[in-house]
């Protein structure tokens, strides 16, 4: 059994020690409570800390990871200040990627029309109207529709070039097919590419006319030499004649 001294025995009938003695274990009863609420502010601290990092970086994903994080952890308000950043984070990075897309669509349409690809042109066009429709704001709306009308004002002349590559095309055909030494396979895959090239009406009127025109070409070619002939010998013919 243990033994206490006299003294200590006496001490606890003393009121101010035994006040003492209960302030003590007051204290130590709130040292675990000292050390979650120092824990807390510690976890807050690093949680701030990387939010700042993330504000920075402006990184929607991390912004709202930090604001559930700070949910969780009982800080309604900085949680709710976070989550609001991450909203308006998202939206910006939403933006430029948009705005990277029509650029690039955009760059790909005058590319088309100047080359006279028609379908890629009408590729181009399809994809504004697509982001158009995904566009979140009036802003990028509007910018998108300045972007449908340029491509549109370039429709006429991609046409009207796409059908003089396609007249090119049949006269290159033409004159292939009249070289001898085409193999079989080769001769067969011009005469398909003339054959579609022939459904086109307009491709056709133009390539008849440069045929035309180089029949009239070539008519007046042989007249001056007919002439250049005449000139030349013009005093011979006289002497015959007469």
Do not use: C, H
């Not at 033994?3 to 130590?28: D, H, T, W």
């Not at 993330?54 to 969780?72: E, V």
């Not at 007046?220 to 005093?235: C, H, P, V």
């Amino acid at each position: 059994m243990a033994k206490f001294s006299e003294q200590f025995l006496a001490n606890l009938g003393r009121p101010a020690y035994q006040e003492s003695m209960f302030g003590l274990g007051q204290a130590i009863g709130g040292i675990p409570g000292q050390m979650r609420d120092q824990r807390k502010k510690q976890e807050f601290n690093q949680l701030m800390q990387q939010g700042q990092q993330a504000m920075a970086s402006k990184d929607p994903a991390a912004l709202s990871s930090i604001a559930q994080q700070l949910a969780a952890a009982g800080y309604q308000k900085e949680a709710q200040e976070y989550s609001q950043a991450a909203a308006t984070a998202r939206e910006q990075q939403d933006a430029l990627g948009s705005f990277d897309r029509v650029t690039d669509i955009s760059s790909s349409g005058i590319t088309a029309a100047q080359q006279g690809n028609v379908e890629s042109l009408e590729t181009a066009r399809a994809g504004l109207m697509a982001e158009f429709a995904a566009a979140g704001t009036l802003e990028q709306k509007k910018a998108i529709k300045q972007e449908l009308r340029n491509l549109d004002s370039l429709m006429p002349g991609a046409k009207k070039l796409e059908i003089g590559n396609k007249a090119r095309k049949l006269v290159n055909i033409n004159m292939a097919l009249q070289n001898s030494d085409l193999t079989g396979t080769e001769k067969l895959a011009l005469e398909q590419q003339q054959k579609e090239l022939q459904l086109d009406p307009e491709a056709m009127e133009q390539f008849q006319q440069y045929q035309l025109n180089t029949w009239r070409f070539q008519q007046e070619g042989e007249k001056i030499k007919e002439e250049q002939w005449l000139d030349t010998n013009r005093g011979a013919i006289l002497e015959a004649v007469q």
